[in-house]
């Protein structure tokens, strides 16, 4: 009962933002999902389902739906947050901007991961990673992404395809394929934390997961890319929208070939009757749309 009772009330004050003040959520998102235990989806859910008032969402259930035609897909939203901060606390801001400019020297991308280990772990320490840093690498990396491909007139249009070779997309890539289990989770829930309302960081943080999950070079890469995505749709309502739109894709999308992936999808009844359960309803909200 006392558990019961701490998750309601945050989950209702947080009803009570997302109704009357979802700008707050939205411009300090970064600082809610930082401090919300990973156990605790659907308050995280809550916070990432803000959008702006004067914003009108188109239903992501829509037949062939083109995300990147709309207008707020090549905006930026507006971060309130200090993200930096973490990388600055382990000095690796300095290595990462040189990194992000010159896509060198590789010694930085193979040094990465060891970078984003806590310094001094203690026997109480949830997980043996800097999940703040990860959580601010994350951020950072996709804004100035997001900033290059605009200095070179790039539009989301142009962009929905694969994202093409760069610093950044090194940066994820290296990391997906050095993690652990443990580290790939907190990477993946710190790129899905960023699927939120149509806007530039949704549109990016999308592709990147999408083409993450198409040039996986293990099964169990899309596996837990499916897993971070999957946990967040099968509690209660409401889901962000960001995040919806790209598992409908992925889902739907010959590209991927997810149903071909029958190790993880049918490794058990309840997780097939699982993806089956959320398939139709995906397919009858798409009838209804």
Known sequence: MPFVCCTRRPCGYSLVLLHDFPEFLCDY?????????????????????AFPRNMRLPDPFTPNLKVELLPEINQAPHVMSD???????????????????????????????????????????VTKYNSQAINSLV???????????????????????????????????????DFDSEGRYLLLSAIAN?????????????NILLHMFAEASEEIIQEQITRVLIERLIVNRPHPY??????IDLI?????????????????????RLFQSVYKSIQSSMLRA
């Open 242 to 247: 960001g995040l919806l739109i790209t598992f």
């Open 29 to 49: 998102h970064f600082s809610f999902v930082e401090v919300i235990p990973h156990s605790c989806i659907q308050l995280r859910n809550l916070i990432l389902s």
């Open 139 to 177: 951020l950072y990396v996709g804004v100035q992404a997001i900033a290059q491909q605009q200095a070179k007139g790039t539009t989301a249009a142009s962009s929905s395809t694969a994202p093409a070779p760069s610093a950044s997309l090194d940066i994820f890539q290296q990391l997906i394929a």
């Open 194 to 206: 960023q699927l939120r309302y149509p806007n530039s960081h949704t549109h990016y943080f999308s």
């Open 252 to 272: 739907r999308n010959q590209r991927f070939n997810f149903w071909e992936h029958t190790n993880f999808i049918r490794c058990a009844p309840e997780i097939e």
């Open 83 to 125: 993200y930096t901060s973490s990388l600055n606390q382990i000095n690796l801001k300095a290595e990462l901007d040189a990194f992000l400019k010159n896509r060198a020297p590789f010694s930085f991308l193979t040094d990465l991961k060891n970078r984003l280990l806590q310094a001094n772990p203690q026997p109480d320490d």
